[in-house]
């Protein structure tokens, strides 16, 4: 069960990338981010509700508290900048480079949390991360000066975004072994929820919630919607599977993050990309493999 647990986030996630580029495109990323915690939060405490985890909040021990504050920070640094990151880059490849994730929450799922290594895994892991550079797609192109000096940027932040998100996870696993998945997912949503606020007046943009147009809400609030059922189907997950294997699951979203992008946004990808989707595809499906 657990499996299509992860298979509805990776479809959710994935519509939440599309929406997202959409909400931010004349919205800074910083306040189109601290927007739509609000809808996931409400949301996250909703189901909390719905399924009687918020009757166990009195059972969260000190540990637990610690780590789904760490892993709720965690996310909010990850959002932060995956948001920032496709303000200025295109879906696809920021995508891509949030994706190489996958590849760091193995490892440290392996490392930290004593899951089994195989040959597959070994293999599936190789894979995956060669697809992930392909999908980057760093061949020559006839880019605008725009495009150029935004280059780095894009690329930095995804790259953080994907660092981050990998420790979210580990950090997830720990702190949600012993209470209710819909539970942790709100908890967590309250602390992303204040770092996001608190990001709009310390780097300066309070004066930019007053310029939201109402397109720009709709997309941002259907985002938040799309954010929150995929959390509570990979944080459902996450409780009872495999990190190393939950995780790159979720990552198929990227199959329905292109899909959208290539009907809505008219983005293409080259061979090269191709090939490194068809990677990051078999290197996830592998990990299915039973041994």
Known sequence: MWILFAFGSAFFAGITAVLSKIGIKDTDSTVATAIRTVVVLIFSWIMAFITGGAAQIGNIDGRAWLFLILSGLATGASWLCYFHALGCGEVGKVAAVDKSSTVLTMLLGII?????????????????????????????????????????????????????????????????????????????????????????PISGKSDRLKGITRRSLLFICLSGVATGASWLCYFRALQDGHASVVVPIDKLSILVTILFARIVLKEKLSRRALLGLAMIIAGTFSLLIPV
Do not use: C
């Open 112 to 200: 930290l949390l004593q899951e089994p290594l195989n040959e597959i895994k070994a293999a599936a892991m190789l894979l995956i991360g060669a697809g992930t550079y392909l999908m980057i797609d760093k061949k020559p192109t006839a880019a605008k000066t725009d495009e150029v000096s935004n280059k780095s940027s894009w690329l930095i932040y995804a790259a953080l975004s994907a660092i981050f998100a990998a420790l979210t996870s580990i950090l997830a696993k720990v702190g949600m072994q012993d209470i209710n998945s819909n539970l942790g997912t709100a908890v967590r949503t309250i602390i992303v929820l204040i770092m996001a606020w608190v990001m709009i």
